[in-house]
């Protein structure tokens, strides 16, 4: 245990996390994403886990330790414009964690498995909302004043 680090992040996702640069993006995905499947194309090639929280409990976590300057959701098929409640609450989190991300953009379906096997990693969570998928984008962190 670390004082000041979320209990949840444990030592592979905090490699993970810290061995992303600029621009590196992270797969945050639910229980019905083919998470394995997907996790064997990355960059770090290996699937990472956080299988007994939320999707918004997860990216709590992840949001206090990486800066994210983009966010990305899956489009439930068929309703593209559709915001399932999972991912409403993700923009609430991000409106209030990490604001600089803004508004979260929209990826169809199998164009977003296509977009997953280029990221750094994926991080599959306990969500069993559908929809719970989301890419995140590594920002920066500034130099101190």
Known sequence: MLKGIDPLLDADVLFALRA???????????????????????????????????????????????????????EVMGAPDEIPQVQADVQQLLNRAAPEAGEMTSIERFAFYDAAKTAYAVLTTGERQFYGCFILTKGVVPPDA
């Open 20 to 74: 992303m640069g600029h621009g590196d993006r992270l797969v945050v995905a639910d229980t019905n994403f083919p998470a394995d499947t997907v996790a064997r194309e990355t960059a770090s090639g290996k699937l990472l886990r956080i299988a007994n929280a939320d999707t918004e409990r997860v990216l709590t976590a992840v949001l206090s330790v990486l800066p994210v300057e983009a966010v990305a959701r899956m």
